[in-house]
């Protein structure tokens, strides 16, 4: 099973970009649904923005920022992005493939990311686990977290300025589709 879950993590930046050219091929958006998609992308990238702002990999156990609320908060901003895309894209297929892809890879990622954490910080994870969610927030955050404030050199440290031109040739795109078809 361990073997099946390093290669699942391993093809999930593999099967990215081919996901996202299969998005594109089979879009058919219209002004409408590219705002309305555009929108809960934004959500998303925000999100993963003020992640990105707060977490220090493998150094220490981030509590402070999103992560007081939700233990995932760069998967759940990939959701919202996620969710921008199936918007914007009115394709059935699109939901198909954007659905498929993190139905198959994200299980996989969060479940090795939950035993990093137990691994790296065995003592302030358990207590951290059973008061933040796993995912979507409930509103009541964990009660340790420290008053740090985003941090600008944590996200240019996590390269997030990617996932920034990345979408912006993706939108580009999804225009470009609109214009000529």
Same mark, same amino acid.
């Given at each position: 099973m361990e073997r099946i879950m390093q290669i699942l993590n391993r093809w999930r930046v593999r099967a990215g970009l081919p996901s996202v050219l299969l998005t594109i091929l089979l879009a058919k958006p219209n002004f409408t649904s590219l705002l309305s998609g555009m929108g809960f992308y934004l959500l998303g990238m925000? /999100?993963?923005?003020?992640?990105?702002?707060? /977490?220090?990999?493998?150094? !220490?156990?981030?509590?402070?920022? +999103?992560y007081r609320y939700t233990r995932n908060p760069l998967y759940l901003g990939n959701i919202l992005m996620g969710l921008g895309v199936v918007a914007a894209a009115r394709s059935w297929w699109v939901l198909a493939v954007i659905g498929l892809y993190f139905f198959i890879f994200y299980p996989v990622i969060i479940v090795r990311e939950r035993?990093?954490?137990? *691994? /790296?910080? +065995? !003592?302030?994870? +358990? *207590?951290?686990?059973?008061?933040?969610? /796993?995912?979507? +927030?409930t509103g009541r955050g964990y009660s340790h977290a420290p008053p740090r404030v985003f941090n600008w050199a944590f996200y240019k440290k996590n390269k997030e300025i990617r996932a920034v031109y990345a979408s912006l040739i993706f939108w580009g795109f999804m225009i470009l589709k609109i214009l000529l078809f």
């Open positions: 925000i /999100l993963r923005a003020w992640s990105s702002g707060h /977490l220090k990999k493998q150094v !220490e156990l981030t509590t402070s920022g +999103p035993g990093k954490m137990q *691994e /790296l910080f +065995p !003592e302030q994870y +358990p *207590e951290y686990a059973a008061q933040v969610p /796993l995912l979507f +927030p």
